[in-house]
């Protein structure tokens, strides 16, 4: 079975500060670890996935997120918050046994303050 | 290029009823999935379908619920005799194929209130 916890419903940061939201996973298989970003009454958007290689993924806005096999996390980061990043984040995950659906994590809302 | 499109965006709709909510993927994109996001559920996955392969229905919650995809593009999901708890907002995705590391993007989703 695959499981995804996202342990923080909420994530304060100032802007131009760093912003990290966390991500633990479990898998049987291989994973393949997604991050979504949803933004008020609109869909989910793509933001980056690691697939295999590099531990460090670099995806769209600035953001990048560490694969840590170790401790099965896929924590989102960002060097720099900006207050357009307030929104919602989902980390999903798949792995290579069998099933084609992504399972989500429940969500953490990251606020941005000015 | 244009992105998956559902509609409608929203329906309201008394208990009882039956709902259609249609799903345009991506041009070219062989893999459609169907996905309920609620308040107290999250994201769960409904049903997905590739190809003219059988489709996987192992995340519909009850037999009310049923999807189709003709021509291998569009899809409708349907809910009948709509109930309460099925107030959520039902996200399709498409992805290019069937490979583990494909993405998949996702529609805006349909907005359902069930009264």
């Known amino acids: 079975a695959q499981s995804v916890a996202q342990p923080e419903d909420q994530v304060n940061v100032a802007e131009g500060n760093p912003l990290t939201v966390k991500c633990t996973y479990s898998?049987?298989?291989?994973?393949?670890l997604f991050w979504y970003v949803q933004y008020p009454n609109r869909g989910l958007q793509f933001l980056l996935k690691?697939?295999?290689?590099?531990?460090l993924v670099k995806g769209s806005y600035g953001f990048e997120a560490e694969f840590n096999k170790s401790q099965t996390s896929f924590h989102l980061k960002k060097p720099s918050a900006l207050v357009s990043d307030s929104a919602l984040y989902f980390c999903a995950v798949r792995d290579n046994t069998g099933r084609r659906a992504l399972t989500f994590g429940s969500g953490t809302r990251l606020q941005v303050q000015p | 290029g244009a992105g998956v499109s559902q509609s409608p965006s929203n329906k309201v709709t008394e208990k009882g009823k039956d709902v259609e909510l249609r799903c345009d993927p991506i041009s070219g994109h062989t893999a459609l999935y169907w996905y309920r996001q609620s308040l107290g559920q999250g994201l769960e996955f409904l049903i997905y379908?590739?190809?003219?392969?059988?489709?996987?229905k192992s995340g519909l919650p009850s037999d009310r619920f049923s999807a189709e995809r003709t021509g291998g593009s569009v899809s409708t999901l349907t809910i009948q005799r709509t109930q309460q708890e099925d107030s959520a907002v039902y996200l399709c995705a498409s992805s290019l194929g069937t490979a583990f590391q494909e993405t998949q993007y996702f529609g805006p989703g349909t907005r359902l209130l069930v009264l």
């Open positions: 898998v049987s298989g291989n994973p393949y």
């Open positions: 690691y697939i295999t290689g590099d531990n």
């Open positions: 379908f590739q190809g003219n392969s059988a489709p996987d």
